[in-house]
C-alpha cells in the first residue's frame, strides 16, 4: 500500500522566506510525527499530533516554526523567516495508534537548503 | 530518556550474519526496545522491537538479555543492501517521540 509522503523533495529558498513542507500519512494512521535531520544535530523529535489531542510541540526549536494537521490526515510545517541553520532535511512519519510500542513508518523527507 | 550505547561501525562480509550490540543499562520496565535503520539518502526504516523475549520477523532477529541490560539485532545474511545505519531506541508505552541518537554504522562488502 501507499507510504507515507512529503513534498516537495527538494526546497531552496532565501534567508528570511518561509516554507511549508507537506506530509500525508498512511491512510488510518491517527498519529503523526516531524522530525528533522542535520548534520550538526542528528535525527531530532519537532512535534507530535496523536488524534483530536493537543500536539506535543515542545521539540520546536523556536517559535518561527509550527505545524498543523487538517482533518487528522494531512500535516503542514511551516517556517517563518528561515535561517541558515534550518537547513536539514525534514521527516514525516505516522503510526497506527501512537503508543510507544507502535512502528513508525517514515517518509523521504525534504531536503531544505536555506541560502 | 534512558540512553544506548552502539559501537559507532561495523564490518561485515556478505552472506555471513551481523550481530548489533546496544547497550542499555538504565532500561525501564516499560522501556520497549525498538531498532530502525537508515539507508543512504531514504528516511528511517522499522526493523523490530521487543520487550522481554526474544523476537523474530521477516527482517531479523532481536535477542534480548535476560536483565534486559543489553540487546542485539541479528541480520541472519547480510546483503549489500543492508549497509546502513542501525538505531537502537528505548522507547516507554506511553511515550512516542524516538531519540535517535548516533546509531552503528555497517559496512558489507562484498
Known amino acids: 500500500g501507499a507510504g507515507v509522503s512529503q513534498s516537495p523533495s527538494n526546497k531552496v529558498t532565501e534567508k528570511g522566506k518561509d516554507v511549508e513542507l507537506r506530509c500525508d500519512p498512511i491512510?488510518?494512521?491517527?498519529?503523526l510525527y516531524w522530525y528533522r535531520q542535520s548534520l550538526g544535530q542528528g535525527l531530532e523529535f519537532l512535534i507530535y499530533?496523536?488524534?483530536?489531542?493537543?500536539?506535543?510541540k515542545s521539540g520546536l526549536p523556536s517559535d518561527r516554526f509550527s505545524a498543523e494537521r487538517t482533518g487528522g490526515s494531512v500535516s503542514t510545517l511551516t517556517i517563518q523567516r528561515t535561517q541558515q541553520e534550518d537547513s536539514a532535511v525534514y521527516l514525516c512519519?505516522?503510526?497506527?495508534?501512537?503508543?510507544?510500542?507502535?512502528?513508525?513508518?517514515f517518509g523521504p523527507g525534504t531536503r531544505l537548503t536555506v541560502t | 530518556d534512558a540512553k544506548t550505547t552502539q559501537p559507532n561501525s561495523m564490518e561485515s562480509n556478505e552472506e555471513e550474519p551481523v550481530h548489533l550490540p546496544c547497550n542499555h543499562s538504565t532500561i525501564s520496565g516499560t522501556d520497549y526496545i525498538h531498532w530502525y535503520r537508515q539507508l543512504p539518502s531514504q528516511g528511517p526504516e522499522y526493523v523490530i522491537h521487543?520487550?522481554?523475549s526474544n523476537v523474530n520477523n521477516r527482517m531479523a532477529s532481536l535477542a534480548i538479555a535476560e536483565d534486559r541490560k543489553s540487546s542485539t539485532l541479528i541480520l541472519h545474511r547480510a546483503t549489500l543492501r543492508d549497509a546502513a545505519v542501525y538505531y537502537c531506541?528505548?522507547?516507554?508505552?506511553?511515550?512516542?517521540?524516538?531519540?535517535f541518537g548516533k546509531g552503528t554504522s555497517l559496512l558489507v562488502t562484498p
Open positions: 521487543g520487550l522481554t
Open positions: 491512510s488510518g494512521h491517527t498519529a
Open positions: 499530533f496523536q488524534g483530536n489531542s493537543a500536539p506535543d
Open positions: 512519519a505516522s503510526s497506527l495508534t501512537g503508543w510507544g510500542w507502535d512502528e513508525q513508518y
Open positions: 531506541i528505548l522507547n516507554s508505552n506511553s511515550g512516542y517521540a524516538l531519540n
